[in-house]
């Protein structure tokens, strides 16, 4: 239904994006493959996200710099995200450990 078609528009503005860019290592082409990430998450292709979502892990470091962004404390969430959706407990808990620990560095200590 609706998320086929807007994964279809999605990945075609993924591919204007690349070509505009010349990579995937930009903003407007991370955004986009956050949006497809999300929408195979919520349509039950949780490996798919998953590939997304770490790939853009990268991307964010490659971009930004550094591992410790906020981007990547939000990356890790939807990554531990897809890892529950595929019933790898361990796994989501390191990526929500990962997140906090990069939170705690961009913004300061828990309180």
């Avoid at 955004?31 to 998953?50: E, F, W, Y």
């Avoid at 971009?63 to 410790?68: I, L, N, R």
């Avoid at 796994?91 to 300061?108: F, L, P, R, Y």
Wanted: net charge negative; glycine share 6%.
């Amino acid at each position: 239904g609706n998320a086929k078609v807007a994964l279809a528009h999605f990945e075609e503005l993924l591919s204007i994006d690349e070509a505009t860019h010349g990579t995937r290592a930009h903003a407007d082409t991370a955004s986009t493959m956050r949006s497809i990430a999300d929408i195979h998450l919520q349509q039950g292709n949780p490996a798919k996200a998953l590939e997304l979502y770490q790939e853009l892990l990268g991307i964010a470091e490659q971009v930004q710099g550094t591992s410790e962004s906020q981007d990547a404390a939000m990356l890790c969430l939807n990554v531990a995200q897809a890892q529950l959706a595929m019933g790898s407990t361990q796994a989501a808990i390191k990526s929500v450990t990962n997140s906090v620990a990069i939170a705690t560095q961009v913004c300061g200590t828990r309180q």
